[in-house]
């Protein structure tokens, strides 16, 4: 009988990345302008907005969305760049994509 015991621990490894991501996007002042105004938020709610289901996998699309960012986050992490996306198709929200 499956538990979602993996299930579970996969979607905490994904978030786990996600919120990586969401060090490395603001560890970059330029990268956090992009992500702030591609997003509409802005310092003052971004605390707010985190918690939100949507958050983390949005975060993820941004990284995703670009394939400098992508291979510069994967490189940080030292994973594979399609662990990136892997991780996103786990979260809320995710269409499948192949090429992810």
Sequence with gaps: MNTGKNSNQSRDAAEAIAA???G??????ARLGRFLA????????????ASYPAFLPAVLD???????DLV???????????HVGAA?????GASFDASR
């Design 24 to 29: 490395f996007i603001a560890g970059d002042p």
């Design 38 to 49: 591609e997003s509409g938020l802005g310092p003052d709610n971004i605390r707010k907005a």
């Design 88 to 92: 996103r198709r786990l979260l809320p």
């Design 72 to 82: 510069a986050f994967a490189n940080e992490l030292g994973i594979n760049p399609h």
């Design 20 to 22: 990586r991501a969401l």
């Design 62 to 68: 941004f990284i995703l969305a670009n394939e400098e």
